[in-house]
């Protein structure tokens, strides 16, 4: 019995892993999708290594799972709550310049582009 449980402590691992790195390696060209698979298999990888070099049962990798699916739809709510009030402050900027929102969006999206950071000037 003890061999069967090593064996599926083992193949949950092995899982895990394989899923981890497949995860990881995403080339959707989703920037959102790939965010979040690759926070998922980060969470996942960092599991397995913590599993195999700690003295604990691989069980645990089933603590890790619901993290693993959880953090990536928080970190993309925060993302589109900051995102949200970027929003609201260059519809601010707008109504006080004149200047249309489209333009402002425009500029905002170049300096993405560019690498600066949307308040820098």
Do not use: H
């Not at 019995?1 to 981890?20: E, Q």
Request: hydrophobic content about 55%; glycine content about 8%.
């Amino acid at each position: 019995m003890d061999t069967l449980i090593a064996v599926l402590a083992w193949a949950l691992w092995a899982l895990v892993l394989l899923f981890g790195l497949g995860t990881i390696a995403s080339r959707n060209t989703d920037g959102g999708m790939r965010f979040m698979a690759r926070t998922q298999g980060a969470v996942l990888l960092l599991a397995c290594i913590t599993v195999l070099v700690l003295p604990i049962s691989k069980f645990w990798l089933l603590a890790a799972l619901p993290v693993a699916f959880f953090l990536p739809i928080f970190l993309m709510g925060r993302r589109a709550a900051n995102m949200k009030s970027q929003f609201a402050a260059l519809q601010r900027e707008s109504e006080a310049t004149g200047v249309p929102i489209t333009d402002l969006l425009k500029r905002e999206t170049e300096r993405m582009k560019s690498g600066r950071l949307a308040g820098s000037p």
